[in-house]
């Protein structure tokens, strides 16, 4: 996504929601996704990521999207990073999720509002009301989040 003044709030927002499915998503073993990844089986993919999100959000509400990415070099810890759609109700969310060691990261590729409203403080609280809503429990928290654009963590 462009980088706008409201990007990073965006991403924040989205990274509290999942950070719980990214925390599950962590505690399959690297290499197979991995391998999941490089031999393209990405209905195995989808069905990890709706049992990761099935204990948090409402069905359908985070779907795995298109595809994904990894680095595996020598020395180096794995990442992997994961396409999502966000399916809340009234929009969708294409976003990017990165899993590493200890925490992951989100990047917003696109938002599509339903009915976008022309303040894009609204579209940003909408979000936020969004995923509140499909959600099962309450997932604000004042911890850090990583974010593309800004860094932080999201343990």
Known sequence: MRVCPYTKEREEIVAHAIRSVASELRLIDAA??????RLECHSNLS???SSAAELFFQPGT???G????????????????????LKPEGMT?????????????????HISF??????PDENTAFLAESLRASAFNEFISTAPVQTAVSEPRLN
Request: aromatic fraction near 8%; proline fraction near 4%; avoid cysteine.
């Open 32 to 37: 197979d996704l991995i391998a999941l990844l």
């Open 114 to 119: 339903d009915d976008p409203s022309d303040d």
């Open 93 to 109: 969310v294409f976003a990017r999720l990165t899993l590493l060691e200890s925490h992951g990261q989100v990047e917003i590729n």
């Open 47 to 49: 069905d990890l990521v």
């Open 66 to 85: 298109v595809g994904g990415d990894y680095r595996l070099d020598w020395g180096t810890t794995p990442e992997v990073t994961l396409d999502l759609e």
């Open 62 to 64: 985070v779907n795995f």
